[in-house]
């Protein structure tokens, strides 16, 4: 033994480092090897999706930060500086790896937030048919998971520079500071802490929701996502739509499925007064009943207009949300065209002139001839 103690003693002291390193490196792999295969296993056999994804999620980040917590455990114990050749870079080193394990534990606490947040995910499925409540906590679920990210970032990063003496400094005269230089940044950011506060405002009173049917400023579209600042809407046809967070709060928009996704539409024909309207209706209740995409809530037929030359005919239908209402009113006012166009011809708008009228259009158009 005391044989070993002067070997180690007598091995210059990087060399000392490195292979304590990789001692660490060679456990770490070890634990992990053991491990995360019993802990894959378990998910697989008790079907987990939280241990499942976890495994799959925090393997290098675990193993990383297993390392450097070996690392310097086996420098602090068997490794000094000497008082008569002290050797500066070991202090250094120390302060390289202490901060890269802050990192890797900061990772794996947003990767770890991640899987709680895919776990919760996979409880509520968006994908129903009235997911208001879904949505709800999905919204919810994302504004939160962003924000304990930052949260993480800054306690890291405090741990990071607080090892070094000079921040320390820095930090207490930021302390001192903070008066001025809060009311400065105040001034300099206040559309970034409105965007801010209009997020928490949003994610807990949620005007908008994921997957929202919105119009806003004309174009219609879904929110797609809800960041810190900003929201990402896709419109109709496929381009992208971003929208400062504050908008929501200081603007009127339209939210087509803020309590639920059902939705009714529209159909509206412009038909002469001859036209047989119990005729549509007994065809209304025919052909719509054949449609999958109709949800069977509304179904309406009425004149709800008339002009000098013709009467409007406003018929309603309704359907699970805001594109399967389009596609049905599309279909809808496709085929009454249609049949209106094989069995009423003549009840087209049309304009009436009377006999006097036309005698006297009649004669205008010969004197321009002449």
């Given at each position: ?64 930060l297993l390392t450097f917590f070996l690392t310097l455990s086996f420098w ?295």
């Open positions: 033994m005391n044989e070993l103690s002067s070997l180690i003693e007598s091995t210059p002291l990087f060399v000392q480092m490195a292979i304590l390193f990789g001692v660490s490196l060679l456990l770490a792999t070890l634990v992990v090897m053991i491990v995360f295969p019993i802990l894959s296993a378990t998910a697989k056999r008790t079907k987990s999706f939280t241990l499942e994804a976890f495994v799959k999620r925090t393997r290098s980040s675990v193993f990383w602090a114990n068997f490794l000094t500086d000497s008082e008569e050749d002290p050797v500066f870079y070991l202090t250094t080193f120390r302060q390289i790896v202490r901060t890269l394990l802050y990192i890797f534990l900061g990772v794996l606490l947003v990767k770890s937030t991640n899987v709680a947040a895919d776990t919760i995910r996979f409880l509520y499925n968006a994908d129903d048919k009235n997911n208001l409540r879904e949505r709800k906590i999905l919204t919810q679920l994302q504004y939160i998971q962003r924000i304990a990210a930052i949260i993480i970032f800054i306690v890291i990063l405090a741990m990071i520079l607080m090892q070094f003496d000079s921040m320390r400094t820095f930090g207490t005269g930021l302390i001192t500071s903070a008066g001025v230089g809060g009311i400065i940044i105040g001034l300099a950011a206040q559309k970034s802490i409105a965007n801010l506060l209009a997020g928490f405002q949003i994610a807990f009173t949620q005007p908008i929701r994921l997957d929202d049917a919105l119009i806003v400023n004309g174009e219609y579209g879904w929110v797609e996502e809800i960041t810190l600042t900003y929201v990402t809407m896709r419109l109709w046809d496929q381009r992208r739509q971003i929208v400062p967070l504050q908008y929501f709060i200081d603007n009127t928009f339209q939210n087509w499925t803020r309590t639920n996704s059902e939705l009714t539409g529209t159909v509206l024909l412009y038909v002469d007064y001859t036209f047989p309207v119990d005729a549509l209706r007994e065809e209304v209740d025919r052909w719509l009943p054949l449609q999958d995409i109709w949800d069977e809530r509304v179904k309406s037929v009425m004149v709800t207009e008339n002009s000098d030359r013709a009467m409007t005919i406003r018929v309603l239908v309704s359907a699970k949300d805001a594109g399967t209402t389009f596609d049905l009113r599309c279909r809808t006012r496709e085929h009454l065209i249609h049949w209106i166009q094989e069995n009423y011809r003549n009840c087209l708008p049309q304009n009436r002139v009377a006999p006097n009228q036309a005698a006297m259009i009649s004669a205008e158009v010969e004197e321009n001839e002449e």
